[in-house]
Structures are given as structure tokens and as C-alpha cells.
């Protein structure tokens, strides 16, 4: 539904990536999980390893459904396109900027 303000509405968002500085948002959805219905957001360091932002945010946060199993993840997604398989690399270099969305699921 769209909204139409009575004046000029002429303020930045509170939530630009100049705002954080180093750090991003990133959405993270784990697909199929009916405790998790919609996107997680975290704020992350930029230039954090994927492998140290799944082992340190993903896992962490997913481990609170008794039935997470790390070894069960697959089918990594950047919005709609497979993500590259590569663990040790930043996640600006994986594609992943301000406010992207990862999407997994589980076997």
C-alpha cells in the first residue's frame, strides 16, 4: 500500500551503509523453518571471512531451533543466485554489501 506524505518528506535513511561505517547489515533467511518465518538481520564487519560470519553469527543464531544441525546447510543463496563457495573470503568480495539477503536450507 502506498503512502503519500502531506509535505515534502526530505530526510535520510537511518539505516544508510554510510552510517555504519565498516560494518553492514545483512539479512540472513533460513528457508523452510517455520520458527524462522522471515529474515534475521545482523550487523557485520565488512571485510568479515563468510566462514568466521557463519561460525560466529549464523550458527549461533540458528542453534536456538533444537533441530539446527551445521552439517545439514545447504544451497547458499545471495538474493536469488547461488553463492560462491568460498569460505575465506570477506563477504564484500562474495557480492554480499549493505542490507543483501542470504537465504539457506537444511536436508
Known sequence: MAVKALYDYDFPSADRAEVFGDD????????????????ACFRVPKAMPFREFLTGVVHPWAATDPEFDPATVTGWQLFDAPLADRPDAPLTELGIGH?????FQTE
Open 24 to 39: 553492514q547489515l545483512v539479512y540472513v533467511h533460513w528457508i523452510g523453518n517455520p520458527l524462522f518465518c522471515s529474515a
Open 99 to 103: 542490507k543483501a539477503l542470504l537465504k
